[in-house]
């Protein structure tokens, strides 16, 4: 059975199969730290390890061999050294190595992640930094940690470590894709704490929203689906505007970056409206919304179920342990809830397509007399940003809810001019007689944080084809490695 060193470029593969022995999951960084500071002394290049594990390497320009001096401008080449570990078998992944394994033109790990990303950019830029056959700028190569849980190495790195304004990031998974711009983001969370509650009463209302589409709250939000919190949201305001309401509970969402799938709320119902006209008054509103998701959401169901007329007692059997809100602060949430915006706030006016700011309603808790809500805000402008969390802010506030901001990462701004793009726009048209895609992505990427460190840097970030990243199903293509590599080294002779 073929294995890594049977494939070419060599160099590479032998640096990547040397990254896949040794453990590197986000959190457990220390052992490729120094592994990569040991690589650096034996090539006897100058390197620094600073106390976040980053590991910054320079090696002086070169003209294939002969060393050309350092007159040029530095080029700044970036990884991340930490991977997203996951197995099938809830193995130790602090203490396996991982296993890769080839399949055609693929590579993928035996029963873990792979760690393609982004092992694949620390082992081109230790292919470039042990060669003595290429041609190429000075180089600072800087190989961050823990990219995957918060990009905590590029938020602690030195900035006066760096010289150069230009850097390549090799953490793309796209061939023929130069990512040019990348959204900021942050964590809002807004809490409101009741403090009253009463044992619930009335007849009892459950309504369940199941089966949107979901996605990921960058790269899917401007399909402007259905997110099951909001229309939770939606459904008990429209039960205050018809009755006397009692929020019971109310919970969506897992994680604040996902486009919430499903949710479901509990509320008590007073007052003289039969169940006949209630499920009507509801049902509207229900087929409303699914007609209006009918093209982004074709799965998504809305259950509504009144539970008995006598209602007391079955609440009582139902949800023995259960409170209510008054209806006072049932409406207040249900009002937040209308105020608050979602999904899409604005699209640049650079790049078609792309998504400037947006927020995702990722999140509803509810725990005895508390409700919190959990967004994540992004933007690629961070002006907007931080307008988008005042208004939050504001809107909580009039609820009498408090606002909390945590996990900020800044944004790369679309640059209309860029010599560093044009430069790799031509390298490729020159290799293959056609254009790469140019774009920009409303996700987060470390160039956010050497955008903001190093002022006028002009950036790009690319890499080879990759699947299903994150996974146990990743998977890297190898003429895809080895094109990209070609075309690294063609991009590199370039810019001297
Ligand atoms: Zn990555």
New binding site residues.
């Given amino acids: 059975m073929a294995t890594l060193s049977d494939l070419q470029p060599a160099i590479v593969f032998k640096y990547f199969q040397e990254l896949c022995n040794i453990p590197h999951g986000s959190g457990n960084i220390r052992a490729i730290s120094d592994y990569l500071c040991s690589f650096a002394e034996e090539q006897g290049l100058r390197f620094v390890q600073d106390e976040a594990g980053n590991v910054i390497i320079y090696k002086p320009a070169s003209v294939a061999g002969s060393e050309a001096g350092d007159s040029k401008e530095p080029l700044i080449l970036q990884a991340?050294m930490d991977m997203v570990a996951v197995s099938v078998d809830d193995r130790d992944m602090t203490a396996v190595p991982i296993v890769p394994l080839i399949d055609g033109d693929h590579i993928y790990a035996d029963g873990t992640s792979l760690g393609g990303?982004?092992g694949v950019g620390v082992a081109y830029i230790m292919a470039i930094l042990a060669s003595d056959d290429l041609v190429h700028p000075p180089i600072e190569a800087v190989i961050t940690t823990d990219?995957?849980t918060g990009m905590d190495g590029a938020r602690a790195l030195d900035p006066a470590l760096l010289s150069g304004r230009r850097m390549i990031n090799l953490?793309s998974e796209e061939e023929g894709h130069i990512l040019a711009g990348c959204a900021g983001g942050v964590r809002v969370y807004i809490s409101h704490d009741f403090g009253n509650v009463e044992p619930a009463s009335g007849r009892v209302i459950r309504m369940d929203i199941y089966g949107c589409a979901g996605g990921h709250s960058g790269n899917e939000i401007h399909k402007r689906g259905a997110n099951a919190n909001v229309i939770a949201g939606v459904l008990l305001g429209k039960l205050c505007s018809v009755c006397d309401t009692r929020l019971i509970y109310i919970s969506g969402g897992e994680v604040d970056n996902a486009i919430p799938k499903v949710a479901y709320l509990i509320a008590a119902v007073n007052g003289d409206i039969t169940n006949e006209d209630l499920s009507l008054e509801i049902s509207k509103t229900m087929d409303e919304i699914i007609s209006r998701y009918s093209g982004s959401d074709p799965g998504m169901r809305i259950d509504m179920n009144i539970i008995n007329s006598n209602g007391l007692h079955n609440a009582a059997e139902t949800f023995n342990d259960r409170c209510m809100l008054s209806s006072a602060a049932t409406r207040e949430i249900a009002d937040m809830f209308n105020d608050l915006p979602n999904g899409v706030i604005a699209m640049s006016p650079d790049v078609e397509g792309l998504v400037e700011t947006s927020l995702n309603l990722g999140v509803i808790t509810f725990e005895e007399t508390k409700i919190k809500l959990q967004y994540s805000v992004r933007s690629s402008i961070e002006d907007d940003k931080a307008a988008l969390i005042g208004r939050l802010r504001d809107i909580a506030e009039k609820a009498g809810a408090v606002t909390e901001v945590n996990g900020d990462y800044p944004g790369w701004k679309y640059r209309k001019d860029s010599k560093l793009r044009d430069c790799l726009e031509k390298v490729y048209r020159d290799m293959y007689g056609k254009e790469a895609v140019t774009e920009a992505i409303h996700a987060g990427l470390e160039c956010g944080f050497f955008s903001k460190a190093l002022p006028g840097l002009d950036c790009v970030s690319i890499g080879p084809d990759m699947q299903d990243i994150h996974t146990t199903s990743e998977r890297l293509s190898i003429s895809s490695t080895a094109r990209s590599w070609d075309y690294l080294c063609r991009v590199l002779a370039e810019l001297c």
Avoid: K, N, Q, S
């Fill in positions: 991340h990303d982004d990219e995957e953490d």
